[in-house]
């Protein structure tokens, strides 16, 4: 049976979420995030596939982003309060618990999910982002990195230095990508490269190269068009559009209050079933040659991974190995859930 992509609208006196559903509404429930510079239309190859298996699938745009409320403080987007939308998403759906998957920071929305909120999680998947129970902060991913791709005199913060260049030039950041969104949308929504692994990611020197894109507008390159169509271009540039980058990379300057917020987790040790989707060709949150997946190892009881040939934005890239790696997990590691569908 092929379900419709609907669209809805969630308010509370506190926040305000659109999202997409698609699916039998009695359906299990599986909610999905996006990550940066997103929205819920990331989704669009998981929700119609997962909803024929008998899934009710929900995606909504993250705070900060499409049709769902945005703020002007950094402090606004710390992941308590965005933790706290979901909540808010799962109850008005009528529901105790999920399955929820995320992706980049949507990744460790999900993670956060699970660790503070476990009676809500049926369970976990992440794509690109693995799980660090003291926070996904760059201070803990520093021991992760690869100094044999990044040595320490050259790199001192690996692939991770885009992060300190939000911090130090927030504005400057902001009004680089908003100097020409269609362009940029373009340029970020690329497919992996192979030859690019083993080599030193572009994230590694936005400051030394004096911003995203040398400190002005992004550049015109042509759509890659095995990651998004020229629909899916028009409707990420008319969201950013809307809003603009200061949410967005708003979601990178609460580091601190986010690292304080995991250590007050309710069980940083995950019980439940979790999925983790390596990208092979992902360079930034690379994975598969390094210790970054260490940490989840050790604090997952119940990991499953799966590599995806594929670079960052998996789940538009590689959507039918996105999809069978989920429904394969759903099926071994939580048939009592699917099978009430």
Known sequence: ???????????TARHTTGYLACGAEEGPLLIFCHGWPELSLSWRHQLPAMAALGFRCVEPDMRGYGRSSTYARYEDFRQELIVEDMLELLASLGRDKAVWIGHDWGSSVVWNVASHHPDRTVGVASLCVPYIAAGNSVENRLALIDRSVYPADLYPVGQWDYHYYY??????????????????????????????????AATASVRKNGGWFGGGA?????????????????????????????????WYMNHKVNAQYSRQATSPKLAMPVLFLHGAYDTTCETVNSRFADPMRADCSDLTEVVVKSGHWMAQEQPVAVNAALAKWLATKLPDYWSAA
């Open 167 to 200: 911090e130090e030039h927030f504005d400057e950041a902001q009004a680089s990508f908003e100097a020409n969104i269609r362009n940029a949308v373009k340029a970020m929504f690329r497919r992996g490269n192979p030859a690019a692994v083993g080599k030193p």
């Open 218 to 250: 992004c550049p015109d390159v042509p759509r890659d068009a095995d990651v998004i169509t020229e629909q899916d271009l028009e409707a990420y540039t008319a969201a950013l559009t809307r809003h603009g980058f200061f949410g967005p990379n708003a």
């Open 1 to 11: 049976m092929t379900f419709p992509v609907t669209e809805h609208t969630v308010k």
